[in-house]
């Protein structure tokens, strides 16, 4: 005699739950993806952001995600705090992605890359693994270890280092490490140099690539570095001004060039 099966003792989803077997874990790169990895602890204006939510203008407060690309305008700025206690400050005429980022129960990063467009930024690394940052931009790689410095990139990339180890590597491969206060380096061609000290850099260089080194107080508290005494020779000169109004960009132009690194914009 034949004897029909009902459906249901073959679905192994009805069997286990009717065995009152748990749900199937979702797995953590699922959770990931869904779950914020930063916000926003200062701001000007209204940067915006393309990603997985779609497309925001982000305010205080906002949360951003994994796959989130933030550009800011000419009067724009953003300063993000991630989950592992890393620091992101994104000034004026910028665009990077948050282009992954892969955490740990503990929120610790087990792998944190940016992927940088353009534009001029302070980063200060967090509690996570030193090999976990890279920095990506056009022209260089940048590794962290254990380090605030500030980064300007266009063609090439510039960077100003402050604490701890920063590794940056010429798109050909070649690489140096600068670990002293305000040591510059910069990719040129096929390798990345030593430029000396940032008190070497060209005033309107600073002003227009690296506003934080000549003004802090537009950032919270935990994004300064004390970089204000990086540039005294520069800013004793009477130019710099400290308050608000000292932003870069206020020619309104878009273009630049300083006769540091051969007479054309060194970024």
Same mark, same amino acid.
């Given at each position: 005699m034949?004897? /029909?099966?009902s459906?249901h003792?073959?679905?192994p &989803?009805? *069997?286990a739950?009717?065995? $009152?077997? =748990?749900?199937?874990?979702?797995p953590? /790169?699922i959770k990931?993806?869904d779950?914020?990895? &930063?916000k *926003?602890?200062?701001i000007r $204006?209204a =940067?915006?952001?393309?990603g997985?939510?779609?497309t925001?203008t982000?305010?205080?407060?906002s949360?951003?995600?994994?796959?989130?690309r933030i550009?800011?305008?000419y009067?724009?700025?953003?300063q993000l705090?991630?989950?592992?206690?890393t620091?992101?400050a994104?000034s004026?005429?910028?665009?990077?992605?948050?282009d992954e980022y892969?955490?740990?129960?503990?929120n610790?990063a087990?792998?944190?890359?940016?992927k940088?467009a353009?534009g001029?930024?302070r980063?200060?690394?967090?509690?996570s693994?030193k090999?976990?940052?890279k920095i990506?931009?056009r022209?260089?790689t940048?590794?962290?270890?254990?380090?605030a410095?500030?980064?300007?990139?266009?063609?090439g990339?510039?960077?100003?280092?402050?604490?701890?180890v920063?590794h940056?590597c010429?798109?050909?491969?070649n690489?140096l490490?600068i670990?002293?206060k305000?040591?510059?380096a910069?990719t040129?061609?096929s390798?990345?140099?030593?430029?000396?000290s940032?008190?070497?850099?060209?005033?309107n260089?600073?002003?227009f690539s690296?506003p934080?080194?000549?003004?802090?107080?537009?950032?919270?508290?935990g994004?300064?570095?004390?970089s204000?005494?990086?540039?005294?020779?520069?800013?004793?000169g009477?130019i710099?001004?400290?308050?608000e109004g000292?932003?870069p960009g206020n020619?309104?132009?878009?273009?630049?060039?300083?006769s540091?690194?051969g007479?054309?914009?060194?970024?």
């Amino acid at each position: 005699m034949l004897t /029909s099966v009902s459906s249901h003792a073959l679905d192994p &989803g009805k *069997v286990a739950k009717a065995a $009152g077997a =748990p749900k199937p874990a979702i797995p953590a /790169s699922i959770k990931q993806e869904d779950s914020p990895i &930063g916000k *926003v602890v200062g701001i000007r $204006g209204a =940067p915006t952001v393309t990603g997985p939510k779609g497309t925001r203008t982000l305010k205080m407060n906002s949360k951003v995600f994994k796959g989130d690309r933030i550009k800011t305008g000419y009067t724009e700025e953003v300063q993000l705090l991630f989950v592992d206690d890393t620091r992101l400050a994104v000034s004026t005429r910028s665009k990077i992605t948050l282009d992954e980022y892969v955490f740990s129960d503990d929120n610790k990063a087990e792998e944190f890359v940016l992927k940088v467009a353009k534009g001029s930024f302070r980063f200060l690394s967090g509690k996570s693994r030193k090999d976990a940052y890279k920095i990506n931009t056009r022209a260089a790689t940048i590794g962290i270890r254990g380090t605030a410095f500030d980064f300007a990139t266009r063609s090439g990339t510039t960077v100003i280092h402050y604490s701890g180890v920063v590794h940056i590597c010429a798109s050909a491969g070649n690489c140096l490490d600068i670990s002293h206060k305000f040591e510059v380096a910069q990719t040129r061609g096929s390798r990345p140099i030593h430029r000396g000290s940032a008190s070497q850099l060209p005033l309107n260089l600073l002003r227009f690539s690296f506003p934080y080194a000549l003004n802090e107080s537009r950032l919270p508290g935990g994004f300064r570095v004390g970089s204000r005494d990086c540039c005294n020779k520069q800013r004793n000169g009477g130019i710099i001004k400290t308050d608000e109004g000292d932003r870069p960009g206020n020619s309104g132009n878009s273009s630049h060039s300083s006769s540091y690194g051969g007479g054309t914009t060194p970024y």
